[in-house]
């Protein structure tokens, strides 16, 4: 296994990297100002953690499934899961995003003991900030989805480095997999974490993040009003300032998206306990993919105390959110071939692929 | 050695004195009223001194801004009639030239004594500049002392001959002189000082060619003078074949040398007044002369003008070797670095044609030996706990995590060091004071070319009140923008910590009128920050943010010198846990001995782990606050 070199070099040095902030803090080299990571001076390891824990260097789709589901994934479009549904908050967050539901399981996990505090991405859009929630007001501060890149993973090295344990988290599909991969632990033998450090992982739908230049757009674009939410809908990104609400075109924020994104597999989060999107009908709802016998077991839970509301996905709706996965690892794939060795995009075996190509045909047909 | 020494009343006794200290006797003993100086090796010493006995004497003495304003201050004390000293290093005539140039014209009254240090082989000064030329260019005399004892006599003569010609007088004195220590005979002190005036019938005044023929009637005066200056002196036979021509601590080392190779017939010209040259007295030895050697250091300033003297004057042909030649060179090559006996005879070996073997080469390799094991092998860093350490880690790892490829354009003063691995190799130019500031407003204006690099320039504080003010008004004026870090640690760390406008007290201690450095920038209208350095993380969000800003900014990073802030106090104990410390492992990679590397951070091989050097660790605790294990402890944290 690589180090920090091999890291700079195929990762950060060539803008691949989405600040999912799992190396930041794994020791004193790695650094993160703003949404930026970086290595500020070579540690001269050879066999380094940062390497192994990175989501965007070597990593295996159906190794991965195994390790955390225990089998291989028959859906190609959205990953293992048991159930999908409609669902929302019945006491919905100030600033929640959609349905509230994240910020909603989270507090009720956090409530009920199930985790001991929750890493969240909380400050506001054009300031997000990983921040440690240990208490449900906490969390609820943490609502809404702010679309730039934040390193919210360092939050888990420091953590770990006090010992916590059954610790929960949000995070973007990169973020999810970095954990998964610091939870299999091929990494250097002095680097051990506890079987327990991570009680809860909460994956977030995410087909791309955007860089920093977003905030100078905002700024200009609204001339600094304080933005109160930001969403990206079907009919393009959008804010809610004080005064009023203003839309653009996806074609004026597409310069913005982080390259890394483009060379992303996984839209839903496919390794988290449940994941967590948009309905893209109403805003009022979120769509939810339940995959862990403990995410289903916290869902369960909160529909008993009436946390949240629930109700069937509609048939109509899933080959639309299916086609919209797999339309996206088909432009990972040709981009991947284009530029072949790039780091960037997971390993997927040949299995995978056919099958891939069996639905994807499936679909457009 | 002893400033008790220095204001010792009785005139005829031998007190063990540096060179430094023997320039401010006899400065004393001339009866100076008013010194000024700013502060560089190898003469910072003679104002210290000075300013530390202006109570006994009636005496002003002042730490001054820059050169210039030292010169000036000096001179006006000349103009009233007093007597007057000013001081600086060789780089100091250069800011002070201006001045210098036109003084040179007007003339002075009181006597005026410039003492320019020189320092060949750079040992603490960016380069060797040799400052005679330019005493030369701008028609000013120049006395070389070669001894302590004589930085004393010529210091007291230098201010006779001054008021003799109405022309300030230089003192080059060279870092061996300066800084050597020898027993030296006192003189009378408590000479009258005269009441200072300066009235509305006084005028002194640089205009006109007619002054410049004046200006040449007094240097041909001092050359007269030169000519029977005990100063200047020979010994050898009465009409020698071979002659070395030698000036400063060259003198010492060539007769030492003459002694080595057993020559004899050999004379030895010592010119203590090195411009003007005195024609007569050069003539007359000269005049049998077959060969001639200089013995010189850096610039061939003697060699030139002796051999143009004799290509006029002399119609027989003589054979001349020196650095033009090639013939009197050491080890860098002829005219670089310092001469000493050794390189002096296999200079002269060469010429003469005699068997000399270097006891140097082999000798100094077994003294090397031998004193190998004890010496450590240190390379040049700055102090433990140093904040300047704490400031170029933050601003390194602020430029990484920018990302944009910054540049830093560096200045003069401690800092200078981080050019080295000691500073992580931060610096990328490197002049003259304030020249960082100048040289990022320079690079900022590219930006109409399309060049967009963040721009930084670290700069002292000493240097911020010395050159930087001008720049940065000129980079506000023409909104350059670049992120100026001042690396504020309250004093002239360098020199042996003299204060500056920004303190609270002058050089004689009497209370200041401090100058703000956060007002300035307010005057001038530069957005600004103060930041602690040692808090590392801090700095770094700070560095961070600053860079992504626009237009000319200031940062202050301001902590006090370590080695002053620990002075009379009981420092912290700093030890490395041995349990926590990883060490070598991934996480670390001995982070704080083999990356941060302050001097006292040492790396145990056999153990595999770290440690502190107590003896050295000054207790900042600012390793402790980067290693990744917590595993470095602070005890009676003190700063
Ligand atoms: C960058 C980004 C892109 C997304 N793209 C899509 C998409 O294309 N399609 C889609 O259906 N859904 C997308 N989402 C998810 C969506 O915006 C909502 O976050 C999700 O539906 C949960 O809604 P909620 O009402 O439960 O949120 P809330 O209850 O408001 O909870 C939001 C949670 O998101 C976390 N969060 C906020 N910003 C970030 C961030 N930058 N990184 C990690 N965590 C964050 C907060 O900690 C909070 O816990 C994206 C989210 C992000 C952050
Ligand atoms: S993607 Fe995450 S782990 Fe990889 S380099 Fe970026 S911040 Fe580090
Ligand atoms: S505390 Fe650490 S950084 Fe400070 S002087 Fe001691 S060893 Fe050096
Ligand atoms: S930084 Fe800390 S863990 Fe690393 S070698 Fe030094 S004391 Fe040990």
């Not at chain 1, 959110?321 to 790039?342: C, I, Q, S, T």
């Not at chain 2, 350095?533 to 992504?548: Q, R």
């Amino acid at each position: 296994m690589p180090g920090q070199e091999l890291l700079v070099k195929e990762i950060m040095d060539r803008g691949l990297c989405s600040s999912c902030g799992m190396c930041v803090g794994l020791c004193p080299y790695i650094k993160t100002a703003g949404d930026r990571v970086r290595a500020i001076y070579p540690c001269g390891i050879e066999e380094g953690a940062c390497y192994g824990v990175c989501p965007k260097t070597s990593l295996d789709i159906s190794e991965m499934d195994m390790f955390v589901h225990g089998r291989e994934r028959e859906d190609h479009a959205l990953g293992i899961y048991s159930g999908i549904y409609y669902a929302r908050a019945t006491a919905r967050a100030d600033g929640a995003q959609y349905g509230g539901i994240t910020t909603a399981l989270i507090g009720l996990a956090l409530r009920e003991g199930l985790i001991s505090s929750a890493i969240l991405t909380g400050g506001d859009i054009m300031n997000p900030r990983p921040v440690l929630a240990a208490t449900p007001g906490e969390v609820n501060s943490c609502a809404g989805s702010k679309y730039t890149g934040v390193p919210t993973l360092l939050e888990l090295n420091r953590a770990a480095g006090r010992g916590l344990t059954g610790i929960g988290l949000v995070g973007r599909p990169c973020q999810v997999a970095a954990v998964r991969k610091l939870q299999r632990g091929k990494l250097p033998p002095e680097r051990t974490y506890s079987d327990r450090l991570v009680g809860l992982m909460l994956g977030l739908f995410c087909f791309w993040s955007l860089s920093s230049e977003l905030y100078g757009f905002l700024a200009r674009e609204t001339k600094g009003e304080e933005i109160i939410k930001m969403d990206i809908p079907l009919e393009g990104p959008g804010v809610l300032t004080k005064t009023g609400s203003r839309r653009w075109r996806v074609d004026e924020i597409r310069p913005f998206i982080n390259k890394s994104c483009n060379y992303c597999f996984d839209s839903t989060s496919e390794w988290a306990d449940l994941s967590v999107g948009s309905t893209e009908q109403d805003p009022g709802w979120n769509t939810l993919l339940v995959r862990s016998g403990q995410g289903r077991d916290l869902v369960e839970l909160a529909a008993d105390r009436g946390v949240l509301e629930i109700k069937d996905y509609p048939a109509g709706r899933l080959p639309v959110l299916r086609k919209a996965a797999l339309n996206k690892k088909m432009r990972v794939l040709a981009l991947a071939e284009k530029e072949p060795g790039n780091g960037g995009c997971p390993a997927i075996p040949d299995k995978y692929l056919r099958e891939m190509n069996v639905q994807w045909g499936g679909i457009n047909r | 050695m002893s400033i008790a020494g220095v204001c010792l009343e009785k005139p005829g006794t031998k007190v063990a004195l540096t060179g430094n200290e023997a320039i401010a006797r006899g400065a004393l003993e001339a009866g100076v009223a008013y010194a000024a100086s700013y502060p560089g090796s190898p003469t910072a010493e003679v104002l210290g001194t000075l300013s530390r006995l202006a109570g006994n004497f009636k005496l002003y003495a002042e730490w001054s801004v820059n050169e210039k304003v030292a010169m000036e201050g000096a001179a006006a004390a000349s103009f009233a009639g007093l007597r007057s000293l000013v001081v600086m290093k060789a780089d100091g005539l250069n800011v002070a030239l201006d001045f210098a140039g036109a003084l040179a014209i007007s003339g002075c009254r009181g006597g005026m004594v410039i003492v320019l240090g020189d320092d060949p082989n750079a040992h603490s000064s960016v380069r060797e500049e040799d400052s005679r030329n330019l005493c030369k260019a701008i028609h000013l005399p120049v006395l070389e002392p070669s001894s302590v004892q004589e930085a004393l006599e010529m210091t007291r003569e230098a201010f006779s001959l001054s008021e003799d010609l109405k022309l300030p007088v230089v003192v080059r004195c060279v870092t061996r002189v300066c800084h050597a220590s020898g027993d030296v005979e006192l003189g009378e002190l408590n000479r009258p000082l005269p009441v200072p005036d300066f009235t509305r019938d006084n005028r002194v005044i640089t205009f006109g060619i007619q002054l410049h023929a004046l200006q040449e009637q007094k240097l041909a005066r001092a050359a007269e003078w030169a000519c029977h200056s005990g100063f200047n002196s020979y010994t050898g036979p009465e009409n020698p074949e071979r002659l070395v021509i030698a000036c400063g601590p060259c003198y010492m080392h060539a007769l030492e040398a003459l002694d080595m190779l057993a020559a004899t017939g050999v004379g030895v010209l010592k010119l203590g007044v090195t411009w003007p040259l005195p024609h007569q007295l050069l003539l007359k030895y000269l005049r049998n002369a077959s060969e001639v050697v200089f013995a010189e250091e850096v610039e061939p300033f003697v060699e030139d003008n002796v051999t143009s003297l004799a290509a006029m004057q002399i119609p027989r042909g003589i054979k001349f070797y020196g650095k033009r030649s090639g013939h009197v060179a050491g080890p860098a090559g002829p005219g670089i670095g310092e001469l000493d006996p050794d390189i002096l005879a296999s200079s002269l070996a060469g010429i003469f044609g005699v068997k000399y073997e270097t006891p140097g080469v082999s000798g100094r390799a077994e003294a090397l030996e031998l004193l190998g094991e004890k010496m450590p092998d240190r390379e040049l860093a700055f102090c433990a706990g140093c904040p300047h350490r704490a400031s170029f880690w933050a601003v390194r790892a602020a430029l990484e995590l920018d990302g944009r490829g910054g540049i830093v354009l560096g200045d003069i003063g401690c800092y200078t060091l981080g050019m080295a691995r000691t500073g992580y190799n931060l610096l990328q130019t490197v002049h003259c004071m304030g020249a960082g500031i100048g040289l990022a407003g320079g690079m900022a204006n590219l930006s109409r070319f399309g060049f967009d690099r963040p721009i930084v320039t670290l700069v002292g504080d000493s240097t911020f009140y010395h050159a930087a003010i001008p720049a940065l008004i000129n980079a506000r004026y023409h909104n350059s923008s670049f992120l100026c870090v001042v690396l504020d640690n309250e004093t002239t760390a360098m020199t042996g910590h003299q204060p500056h406008p920004g303190r609270s007290v002058t050089a004689m201690g009497e209370p200041a009128r401090t100058v703000r450095m956060e007002e300035l920038l307010q005057g001038v209208g530069l957005p600004y920050v103060v930041q602690d350095p040692y808090d590392v993380e801090a700095t770094i969000d700070v560095v961070c943010n600053m860079l992504g800003q626009e237009g000319p900014r200031v940062l202050i990073l301001r902590r006090t010198c370590v080695l002053a802030a620990v002075r009379g106090k009981q420092k912290a104990r700093v030890y490395v846990d041995q349990e926590k410390c990883i060490g070598d492992s991934c996480g670390c990679g001995r982070f704080c001995s083999r990356v941060f590397a302050c001097p006292a951070n040492v790396w145990d091989a056999a153990g595999g782990k770290a440690r502190i050097d107590e003896a050295v660790c000054n207790g900042c605790g600012v390793c402790a606050s980067l290693c990744p294990q917590g595993a470095i402890v602070v005890e009676r944290a003190v700063l």
